[in-house]
């Protein structure tokens, strides 16, 4: 009921409008269901009790004559049900006790209430004017609920917001408090030292203007998701020293200063950059990707080719960062970058990104080449083919296991399709779906890219085979020239020349990847909900979802779901506890396809029947395939890096401990009795 009286207030001074009177109208009527509902929940206690002028604002004389007739109301159906609820009514000291103990479980339903619903808000994005609107709704029966809904999400109200000379602004989040909540979340004991990956890049917000976003963005061994360090709102790209301002004085104070934290001192320091080519150009003020010295790791020249800037050689004289600090080559930079003052290793500290190098340029340029190439190169594959391997690529799409995101869907839609699709079409189905279609040159081709990729996605692989991996890229970009013809060879495919030295300084592949700051940037755009001060939108929106976001653990504990007792079982665990799922290891394992293919320390793939828990002990229960045979032997037995052909699984069933999964496998049906078998390594 006071709620309706503020809401009352709020709206009075808009009488004129259709929209206020509507939404006084529902108040009214809203009013009278909460007034029955008071009174019946209030009846056979002193009703006088619950005061209703305590809520009303200062504007409260206008409602006076509204509320003198609800209160009315409230005493009239209190003398009906007084004579119901007074045989209910416990007079002795244990009643009442009893009765305090159960307010006092109200109370800390509440209290998880306010937690729930500030998850589902932040969740589903609830407008906030929505929000106050639920919470002045359930006020009456939850009176530890606030009344607005900024109140609840802990809105941030009050910011410094910086005005840059082009007209742009930006706002800057701070790295040192953000790395302390992240230690408040670390479960680790102790941590001495933190590195730090950037990320810059830039966000269009609207088809229909020019307004954008350029966010810092950080990751760090703490956490798997990104976070905002600064963020720009304008309607072009930040003037650099502008930008980068805040973000440099900051750092350069926390490398003097250390952070201190639980008697800890921790340091920082950046590991690498991590951007597309335009944006690594921007932030190290070098030329452009089609600029003559536009490789960032080699001394080439580029030779323009129809339209194209192309670096067909594989073999150059490497940049050093010492060189770059004196910017000697005058023909690659364009101006002092002001990351010297916090970085001195600006080559091998700006790494090569394989999201948008590889899925985003090399596949897709292939793939481009192939539907609509140069005929006379005989490498455009007739429509029917390109049909084919469309139809193909969709049959698989029951057969991917949940680590997809995206199911596959036509090649025809390539130029709709994301990043994640191209690394799917390359490391999984693009060997299956490319074989006896693509001419036998082309496909020995592909595989030298699939091959190469593969040794650089895998721990054991990238430390072994390493300069193998650089000898299979550099083979197929000079391939590439013969095959797809001279203006092949542009930035991204020279890329590769460099791609396994990354690799080999800073693990795998997916370790300094842009894909989880790709993502987290979809979600930056849906932060702003209309036009109007997106910048401050996005404060408001990141202040609330700090203040619930508790950083996932980065080695989340063994999860079991769905207990059963169909089996399969051997005698002697017929008293074991049966799951279906298991989420161990970042691996999402069942019992049914297609979650239910890994791979075994022994390097040979099997199949999941069955997840047996006993204690504090999980076991499995699994077939092996008793025919495990080559899918290709160039450039190598696929079978080295474990891909391969399987059939008949054996009648014997084994049971083996979790050590004993090497890894998640893709299982891709070739025949109905044969299947490919391809380690899942992103």
Known sequence: ????????DKVGKEEGSSYSAKRRRTNQKFNEILTKLQCKKSAGKQIANFDLQSYTTSDSSDTDA??????EKCNELSNDFSDEFESSVCSDDESLFRNDEIEEEEISAESTLSDQMTDWAICFSINLNALSALLRILKPFHSELPLDGRTLLNTQTTYDIKTFSDGGKYFHFGLRDIIVNLLKNCEKKSVNHIKLQVNIDGLQLFKSTSTQFWPILGLTSLNKSPFVIGLYCGTSKPSINEYLSDFIEEFKEIKKNKITYNSDIVDVSIDCFICDAPAKAYIKQIKGHNAYYGCDKCKQEGKYIKNRMTFPNTENPLRTDEEFCQMIDEDHHKDVTPLHEICDYLVTGCVIDYMHLLCLGVVKRMISFWMKGPIEKRIRLHNNDVRKISNHIVSLRHTLPSDFSRKPRSIFEVDRWK??????????TGPLVFKDVLEESIYKHFLLLFV?????????????????????????????????????????????VHLAAEAKRNGTLDKF???????????????VRKSELPLTQAIRRL?????????????????LRDEHNDGPLINSLVTLAQFKYLYYNNWHLSINPPNNCVSLTSGLPAVILNILKKENSISVLCKTFSQNKNFFIYPLPSSSINVYVSSNLDEKIILIELKDIKSKNVMLPITTSEHLIIPLCH
Request: glycine share 2%; aromatic share 10%.
């Open 1 to 8: 009921m006071e709620n309706i009286e503020i809401a009352r």
């Open 66 to 71: 509204d509320t003198a007739k609800s209160t």
């Open 419 to 428: 990043a994640t699709e191209f690394r799917q079409l390359l490391l999984y």
């Open 452 to 496: 190469g990729i593969h040794i650089l996605m895998n721990d054991e692989l990238n430390s072994s085979c390493n300069d193998y991996a650089e000898e299979l890229l550099k083979l197929f970009v000079n391939k590439s020239v013969k095959l797809y013809g001279e203006e092949f060879p542009v930035y991204n495919v020279h890329g590769l």
């Open 513 to 527: 990847s842009a894909f989880p700051f790709e993502n987290y940037m979809k979600s930056l755009r849906k932060l």
């Open 543 to 559: 202040s609330e979802i700090s203040h619930k976001e508790k950083s996932p653990p980065l080695n989340q504990k063994i999860c």
